[in-house]
C-alpha cells in the first residue's frame, strides 16, 4: 500500500508559478512511477505530467509543456509539480498517483495504469 498526500495548491494570478508536492509513505518509493493528473469541473480527469522511477524520463500533455516540470527526490518520498506562466485554463484539483514499474525508465500517461491516488489538491488561476 502506498499513501500519498498532495500539497501547495492555492489561487495565484495568471502568470504567476506554484509548486506542487505529492509526499509518498509505505512501500517503497522507488519502485514507482510517478504522475500528476487534473481535473476541472465539468471535465474528465486528465493527465499533466509523468516521471520514470529513475526520474531519467518524463512526459507532459502538450498544453504544460515549457510551463511545467515534473521532478521527484527518492532520499524524500517525494515528487514535485513546478508550474510556471499559469493560465486560468490550468484551473483544476491535482491529482497524484503512483504506477507500480518493472523498469526504471517505464511510466504512463493513462490514469487507468495508476494503482494510487492523492485526495487531491485545488490549483485556481485568476484572469
Known amino acids: 500500500q502506498v499513501q500519498l498526500v498532495e500539497s501547495g495548491g492555492g489561487l495565484v494570478q495568471a502568470g504567476g508559478s506554484l509548486r506542487l508536492s505529492c509526499a509518498a509513505s509505505g512501500r517503497t518509493f522507488r519502485r514507482y512511477a510517478m504522475g500528476w493528473f487534473r481535473q476541472a469541473p465539468g471535465k474528465a480527469r486528465e493527465f499533466v505530467a509523468a516521471i520514470s522511477w529513475s526520474g531519467g524520463s518524463t512526459d507532459y500533455v502538450d498544453s504544460v509543456k515549457g510551463r511545467f516540470t515534473i521532478s521527484r527526490d527518492n532520499a524524500k518520498n517525494t515528487v514535485y509539480l513546478q508550474m510556471n506562466s499559469l493560465k486560468p485554463e490550468d484551473t483544476a484539483v491535482y491529482y497524484c498517483?503512483?504506477?507500480?514499474?518493472?523498469?526504471?525508465?517505464?511510466?504512463?500517461?493513462?490514469?487507468?495504469?495508476?494503482?494510487?491516488w492523492g485526495q487531491g489538491t485545488q490549483v485556481t488561476v485568476s484572469s
Open positions: 498517483a503512483a504506477e507500480l514499474v518493472s523498469y526504471s525508465g517505464s511510466y504512463s500517461n493513462t490514469a487507468g495504469e495508476y494503482d494510487y
